[in-house]
């Protein structure tokens, strides 16, 4: 899903430290400039802030958010939990996925509460 991209919109040529290749040789992004990424983008977004209802508990963006976040929008969606887990990377039977769709369902019509209206 990520690559990286020169300034000129081409697909970036392996990049190299000290003489070193650095990162995926296909030049996908690798699970630590994710790691890297995500917490900038949430600071440049102001997402780093304390909400008003948890103003000790202080929010934690990282590249695992994006799992996260995938996991729990197919939820949503409706999507197949074995088919969400093999497009996402998880193994079949992953108990952090399932997890996830089980937190992602829990205010939803699945929930005995769901339309009551209180």
């Given at each position: 899903m990520f690559v990286r991209i020169d300034r000129h919109g081409r697909i970036a040529h392996p990049m190299h430290r000290q003489g070193q290749q650095m990162g995926d040789p296909s030049g996908r992004i690798t699970g630590e400039g994710i790691g890297d990424s995500v917490p900038r983008a949430a600071a440049r977004a102001g997402l780093t802030a304390p909400?008003?209802?948890?103003?000790?508990?202080?929010?934690?963006?990282?590249?695992?958010?994006?799992?996260?976040?995938?996991?729990?929008?197919?939820?949503?969606?409706?999507a197949d939990l074995i088919e969400a887990g093999r497009h996402g990377g998880w193994v079949?039977?992953?108990?952090?996925?399932?997890?996830?769709?089980?937190?992602?369902?829990?205010?939803?019509?699945?929930?005995?509460?769901?339309?009551?209206?209180?």
């Amino acid at each position: 899903m990520f690559v990286r991209i020169d300034r000129h919109g081409r697909i970036a040529h392996p990049m190299h430290r000290q003489g070193q290749q650095m990162g995926d040789p296909s030049g996908r992004i690798t699970g630590e400039g994710i790691g890297d990424s995500v917490p900038r983008a949430a600071a440049r977004a102001g997402l780093t802030a304390p909400t008003e209802l948890l103003p000790d508990l202080l929010p934690r963006w990282s590249g695992h958010s994006l799992r996260c976040g995938f996991a729990t929008a197919a939820k949503q969606a409706g999507a197949d939990l074995i088919e969400a887990g093999r497009h996402g990377g998880w193994v079949d039977g992953s108990k952090s996925l399932a997890g996830y769709f089980e937190q992602a369902g829990m205010w939803g019509e699945t929930n005995p509460l769901y339309g009551i209206g209180l």
